[in-house]
């Protein structure tokens, strides 16, 4: 399907924005006038505007705003982060690309980017939304010379970066909700996924997943998700430069994983604090062995979450789902 597609918009490109006509279509692809109309919908879906006249065809009015590993490197201000960048048009996960370059050898700060994942993944191999053209999937390579239990710490040290960042390109206040959501008017528009290579005692690479919904229009989004996510044009009313959002974030990255990396992760507490959503409120949390509920106390030294049930007495959580 993404041949076809291609070999569309290298039609459409040739074209110099006049009309291509379905029969013309058809024949050189060679596929029905309905299959036609079909992978026009399709690029539709994927953000182009197309003008459809009778007897004239089809031509492309509006190319939608693409990303490219040039467009990420001109302009990026880090010394390691992003130095790297594996891009792709389309791939099942950029984690899985990740895991893959991480394991041959890939050095830190390597960054592999998707303009659509076909298989993007949440935790516990949640499915997650990931269409063309629309948002930034990509996943970051890291090195750190760490014990494998602070990986988690890495988790919310990428929030702060990604909320930081929004607000710098947006001006968008958003909330973190513990440990891996953005959240904007209470809807989700970042989801992280922190994932690692190690042996008992040391970590070989950390790979973070960063999915964020940028351009999408409600639309975009599956009926399922409609009442739960969100996007940073939908918030903010028109679309957002996607490359200029990757270097603030890789910027804002490196920022905090130097001050981590030398102080520890109590700074970095101080700020994911100032960003967090859920703390002093009753919360519930969904856990692999089971549903806690009481209030969210905060979080401890190494990122693990508190809660406090109504005798006082307090669990410690290292993963869940949180219901606010
Ligand atoms: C996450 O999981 O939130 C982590 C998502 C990480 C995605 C990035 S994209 C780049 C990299 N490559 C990948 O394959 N993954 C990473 P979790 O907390 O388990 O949340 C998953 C749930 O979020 C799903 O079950 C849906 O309910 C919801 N969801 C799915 N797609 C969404 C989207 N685009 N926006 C908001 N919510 C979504």
Not at 154 to 166: G, P
Request: one cysteine or more; a neutral charge; proline letters at 3%.
């Amino acid at each position: 399907a993404t041949e076809i597609r291609s070999k569309l918009l290298k039609m459409f490109t040739e074209a110099q924005g006049g009309f291509l006509s379905g029969q013309k279509i058809s024949e050189e692809l060679g596929c029905s006038r309905t299959a036609v109309w079909k992978h026009i919908e399709e690029l539709r879906n994927a953000g182009y505007e197309l003008e459809a006249i009778r007897r004239k065809g089809y031509r492309i009015t509006k190319i939608p705003n693409r990303i490219s590993s040039n467009e990420i490197s001109l302009g990026l201000k880090t010394e390691a982060l992003g130095r790297r960048i594996h891009f792709e048009e389309s791939v099942t996960s950029t984690q899985k690309i990740a895991h893959q370059l991480a394991y041959d050898g890939a050095l830190e700060g390597t960054l592999i980017v998707a303009e659509e994942q076909t298989a993007g993944r949440g935790r516990l191999n949640r499915a997650w939304h990931s269409p063309m053209y629309t948002g930034v999937w990509m996943s970051l390579i890291l090195r750190p010379n760490l014990p494998p239990a602070k990986a988690p710490q890495l988790t919310l040290l990428t929030a702060v970066a990604i909320a930081q960042a929004i607000e710098e390109v947006t001006s968008l206040r958003t909330d973190i909700k513990w440990p891996n959501d953005i959240l904007i008017n209470k809807k989700k528009t970042v989801g992280i996924l922190t994932e690692m290579q190690a042996e008992a005692d040391k970590i070989n690479s950390v790979i973070i997943g960063m999915g964020i919904n940028v351009n999408q229009e409600l639309e975009h989004f599956p009926e399922e998700l409609h009442s739960i996510a969100t996007s940073l044009a939908i918030e903010l009313g028109k679309p957002i430069n996607r490359a200029e959002l990757i270097q603030m974030i890789l910027l804002k990255f490196e920022n905090l994983y130097h001050s981590y990396l030398e102080h520890g992760f109590y700074p970095i507490k101080l700020l994911w604090e100032s960003y967090a959503i859920s703390i002093g409120k009753k919360i519930i949390a969904r856990t692999i062995t089971g549903t806690l509920e009481g209030t969210a106390k905060g979080i401890t030294e190494d990122g693990v979450l508190m809660l406090e049930d109504d005798k006082g007495h307090i669990s410690y959580i290292h993963s869940a789902d949180i219901e606010i």
